[in-house]
């Protein structure tokens, strides 16, 4: 591990702070303990001595570290969200330091069925010689996403300690409640204050993500007719088995999430609950083709018609809600915000790849907040997982990246989007 930076011990420290995302609660955030840590991130940067320090009324932490430069530059903003997953547990994570990975499976000692291994995860070959983190084999470790947070917080330290690296503006945000699709809901865009910015919130080393899915919600509604069970021969029509004849009437070849790949969209079932009488589906709807996804909710109610016409007295709706939009629609009118995270990456000794998302990151949605935000890599991998790792090392590059790129926003022309 590098000498100059304290992103491990950061790391390890955030990951022990239950930040779990609630997503059947309607306050926000969805679940105040996420506070526990946006209020320890407040005083660390406090500490760090940033200006504007703030946590709002929503769990929001801002930051500024001020120009140190006499021209005018663009603000920029890194953000990465403090949440974790509610697809595992976040509560009592005990994260183990493994050094010098020597490639060999890693059996995590609270639950020895927890394996890690490279033929699972390949990417494992490529971190031979690093030092790996992972949890102890019954909850997530919360690499997504604080392993971004962690390489912001020491970017942060890094640019306190040298002031004679040059830089414009720079906006540190923490966003909650990204894990269930809600992360910059109630943000202050006023307040941010910013002209464009990077999500620290990617996988593997040397990624630059500026394509994600488009994204709707959906929740399919059947109602059916309630009867005596022991009295409902040509009476009853039970909702629950029309919820579940229309899952099951969902191609099973495509069109799903374990069928697809690159930019394939997909429709998912989430989950299923109700009654004899009344029956709900929840789906998320995905497609790197906005376009493309207009189709999908004449489909799924295509589908649920064929479902309540063979029976006769049952009824169904269907309500669709826009979650995000693909980034790309917005970033390719500003090539350069994306391009100078490549360079940035090369001046820190990386090859950098453009990958695609088949999900989405608050960057999605910001984008169309007016903050153009493609996506940097954090090492975090096998997410919303037990298995979940992240490579130092992995984080320390993203650190130098960072450092390169405030450097390349202070040199090179940009325009504004």
Same mark, same amino acid.
């Given at each position: 591990?590098?000498? =100059?930076?304290?992103?491990?011990?950061?790391?390890?420290?955030?990951?022990?702070?239950?930040?779990?995302?609630?997503?059947?609660?309607?306050?926000?955030?969805?679940?105040?303990?996420?506070?526990?840590?946006?209020?320890?991130?407040?005083?660390?940067?406090?500490?760090?001595?940033?200006?504007?320090?703030?946590?709002?009324?929503?769990?929001?932490?801002?930051? +500024?570290?001020?120009?140190?430069?006499?021209?005018?530059?663009?603000?920029?903003?890194?953000?990465?969200?403090?949440?974790?997953?509610?697809?595992?547990?976040?509560?009592?994570?005990?994260?183990?330091?493994?050094?010098?990975?020597?490639?060999?499976?890693?059996?995590?000692?609270?639950?020895?069925?927890?394996? %890690?291994?490279?033929?699972?995860?390949?990417?494992?070959?490529?971190?031979?010689?690093?030092?790996?983190?992972?949890?102890?084999?019954?909850?997530?470790?919360? @690499?997504?996403?604080?392993?971004?947070?962690?390489?912001?917080?020491?970017?942060?330290?890094?640019?306190?300690?040298?002031?004679?690296?040059?830089?414009?503006?720079?906006?540190?945000?923490?966003?909650?409640?990204?894990?269930?699709?809600?992360?910059?809901?109630? %943000?202050?865009?006023?307040?941010? =204050?910013?002209?464009?910015?990077?999500?620290?919130?990617?996988?593997?080393?040397?990624?630059?993500?500026?394509?994600?899915?488009?994204?709707?919600?959906?929740?399919?509604?059947?109602? #059916?007719?309630?009867?005596?069970?022991?009295? /409902?021969?040509?009476?009853?029509?039970?909702? *629950?088995?029309?919820?579940?004849?229309?899952?099951?009437?969902?191609?099973?070849?495509?069109?799903?999430?374990?069928?697809?790949?690159?930019?394939? #969209?997909?429709?998912?079932?989430?989950? *299923? /609950?109700? /009654?004899?009488? =009344? @029956?709900?589906?929840?789906?998320?709807?995905?497609?790197?083709?906005?376009?493309?996804?207009?189709?999908?909710?004449?489909?799924?109610?295509?589908?649920?018609?064929?479902?309540?016409?063979?029976?006769?007295?049952?009824?169904?709706?269907?309500?669709?809600?826009?979650?995000?939009?693909?980034?790309?629609?917005?970033?390719?009118?500003?090539?350069?915000?994306?391009?100078?995270?490549?360079?940035?990456?090369?001046?820190? #000794?990386?090859?950098?790849?453009?990958?695609?998302?088949?999900?989405? +990151?608050?960057?999605?949605?910001?984008?169309?907040? #007016?903050?153009?935000?493609?996506?940097?890599?954090?090492?975090?991998?096998?997410?919303?997982?037990?298995?979940?790792?992240?490579?130092?090392?992995?984080?320390?590059?993203?650190?130098? +990246?960072?450092?390169?790129?405030?450097?390349?926003?202070?040199?090179?022309?940009?325009?504004?989007?």
């Amino acid at each position: 591990m590098s000498e =100059k930076y304290k992103v491990a011990e950061r790391f390890m420290r955030y990951v022990q702070i239950d930040t779990t995302a609630d997503p059947n609660s309607i306050s926000f955030p969805s679940s105040a303990k996420q506070r526990d840590l946006a209020q320890l991130l407040y005083s660390e940067l406090v500490d760090l001595g940033l200006s504007n320090v703030e946590i709002d009324e929503w769990s929001y932490v801002f930051a +500024t570290i001020p120009t140190n430069v006499s021209h005018s530059l663009p603000t920029i903003c890194f953000c990465s969200h403090m949440d974790t997953a509610p697809d595992c547990s976040g509560t009592n994570v005990k994260p183990i330091l493994h050094r010098n990975y020597n490639g060999q499976p890693i059996t995590l000692p609270d639950d020895p069925s927890q394996v %890690l291994r490279t033929n699972d995860h390949p990417y494992l070959l490529e971190k031979i010689g690093d030092d790996l983190i992972t949890a102890s084999g019954l909850t997530l470790l919360g @690499a997504d996403d604080k392993a971004g947070v962690a390489i912001i917080m020491e970017l942060a330290a890094f640019l306190q300690a040298h002031s004679e690296i040059p830089h414009g503006n720079i906006r540190i945000l923490f966003t909650p409640d990204e894990e269930v699709g809600r992360g910059v809901e109630q %943000l202050d865009m006023q307040k941010l =204050k910013a002209d464009f910015g990077y999500t620290l919130d990617g996988g593997p080393l040397g990624d630059i993500e500026d394509e994600t899915f488009s994204a709707d919600a959906a929740t399919i509604t059947f109602h #059916g007719v309630s009867a005596h069970p022991g009295y /409902a021969k040509g009476k009853m029509i039970n909702a *629950i088995k029309l919820a579940s004849e229309f899952v099951a009437s969902l191609p099973k070849d495509s069109w799903s999430p374990e069928t697809t790949a690159q930019r394939q #969209g997909f429709v998912h079932p989430t989950s *299923i /609950a109700g /009654a004899l009488e =009344k @029956a709900s589906v929840q789906l998320i709807l995905r497609d790197h083709d906005t376009a493309l996804m207009q189709s999908y909710p004449e489909k799924l109610r295509a589908i649920a018609e064929q479902v309540v016409a063979a029976h006769p007295g049952a009824r169904f709706e269907l309500q669709v809600q826009e979650q995000y939009r693909n980034m790309k629609e917005i970033l390719k009118d500003v090539p350069f915000v994306a391009d100078y995270a490549e360079l940035a990456m090369q001046k820190a #000794g990386l090859t950098p790849k453009r990958a695609i998302i088949r999900g989405g +990151t608050d960057g999605s949605r910001l984008s169309f907040m #007016g903050l153009p935000c493609p996506n940097i890599f954090t090492g975090e991998m096998a997410i919303h997982s037990k298995l979940e790792y992240v490579s130092v090392q992995d984080m320390e590059k993203a650190i130098d +990246t960072l450092v390169e790129l405030v450097q390349i926003w202070q040199t090179h022309p940009w325009t504004q989007a």
